[in-house]
């Protein structure tokens, strides 16, 4: 869809600051497509090399984004009243000044560093993930927090904030540790007490349909014909699998995601499919080819980006209507196993809830303690006030006292997040960020567009996903996630929509 309100406004020093970006945005589009490759298909003794070639194309892309010519002609366009006129082009070269501040903050040799660690962490990581082995992963931990530190260091503090938020910034931008706690902690005291009514509710969901076998390549095929119909464009996008799934835009007209499999547990594999189509349709929507490189061609921040998976996971995949629709789907494609369920089956499966230990498999409800106790964590790491080594005895003391569960072995415990592994210090916080952000701008979209959610059940998902076009995707990084969700919503960021839309779920699913 094109932006309706494109520059108009340009200059000499305006075009060549473009075609710097748009080859630092290649170069980045390369080492995306590396790592993509790297999760999902490399065999495990090209790692070493790959390593090299992400360190590469990590120092190339820096020097791009920290040259002086950049840098000068940044200035000059900036002093240009009749470019900083065009709100568009003043919303991009904001935007491209605090990534040229921050990338010019970065040594090259630190950012190179981070990226080749990163790289090796992770083959370890997956090696001490399957062992159970925390003291095989424990240096490259300890390396993974040193080097964040020092990053942290080098970019500095904001304002009023501590070393922590320089690291949250990169995921969430102009967004603080304090502002985080602002919504975590009225979030944390209204979740508490319903966690532990659904704990002794008189009925509960069962997990019945969960439990059939059904065949791999028919959810394969499920999965698309779901991904389609809520909007994802194939032919600008694949659908792989990976341990984690994950999506990513890798350039205009190439958007990757992976979902996985198990021999039961169809809608594991369905929810994660949704979740990634949600990310998909966010970057099939941003106006990369207008804007190559450039920050309006670009996502807004990982909570903005989570709001967009979360949305169509949960408040479009575990509502009622999108089973009506998908119940007869599901009997007819995955077999004869499934066939004596009903809607309310499918829907009281999907939204179960009830503590795991594993983030990825949580519930709606339960999931934000997994996101805080990390969030809680990463500040203690930073700050110096806890030892990598002290790691799995505060994790497993903490999931004892938030979720009641004692911790069996590492793998279900400290080690299962690839994160830290990935050097991803100061990420966590955005994925209850942005389930907070889809729960508000849900209210908002149902209030927009009549009969929305009634759709699902006829299988109408477009009328969601236009709306999502027209007043996030399409804009790029026009707006930061503040500016957006005020704009969007009418409010700042709040804990209240969430507690809303799952109290209004949950109580009738519990009979509370
Ligand atoms: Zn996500």
Known sequence: MPTTEAPAATSAAYAD?????????????IARLCSWDQETDMPPKAAAFRAEELALLSRLGHERLTSPRLGDLLAECEADANLTA?????????????????????????????????SRAMEVWKEARSASDFALFRPWLEKSFGLARRKAECLGAPAGGVLYDALLDEYEPGVTSADVERVFGPLREALTPLIAEIASAPTRPSRAPDEVKV??????????????????????????????????????????????????????????????????LYEQGLPKAEFPGQPLGRYISLGVHESQ????????????????????????????????????????????????????????????????????????????????ADVPGWWNARIKADLGLSVPDDARGCLQDIHWSMGAIGYFATYSLGSLLAAQMWETAQRAIPGVEAGFARGRFAPLLDWLREHIHRHGRRFTSAQLTERLTGAPLSHEPLMRYLESKLRPLYGL
């Open 17 to 29: 600051l473009c075609a710097l970006l748009r080859e630092a945005g290649t170069i980045d589009s």
């Open 86 to 118: 065009d709100a568009a082009v003043a919303a991009n070269l904001r935007e491209i000044r605090r990534d040229y501040d921050k990338a010019t903050r970065l040594p090259a040799d630190l950012v190179a560093e981070i990226a080749e660690t990163a």
């Open 215 to 280: 065949d791999r390549a028919a959810q394969v095929e499920l999965n698309k014909h779901a991904a389609a119909a809520l909007g994802f464009d194939f032919s600008a996008g694949r659908l792989a699998v990976s341990t984690h799934p994950f999506s990513e835009g890798l350039a205009p007209g190439d958007t990757r995601m992976t979902t996985r499999y198990f021999d039961d547990r169809f809608t594991d594999s369905l929810a994660a499919t949704l979740h990634e189509t949600g990310h998909s």
């Open 309 to 388: 998976s979360r949305l169509w996971e949960n408040q479009v995949g575990r509502s009622r209507p999108f089973w009506e629709w998908m119940a007869p789907i599901v009997k007819d494609r995955l077999g004869p196993g499934l066939a004596r369920f009903g809607v309310d089956d499918f829907y009281g499966c999907v939204n179960v809830v009830e503590p795991t230990f594993i983030r990825v498999e949580a519930d709606e409800a339960t999931y934000h303690l997994h996101v805080m106790m990390r969030f809680d964590l990463e500040r203690l790491l930073i700050a110096g006030d806890l030892a990598v």
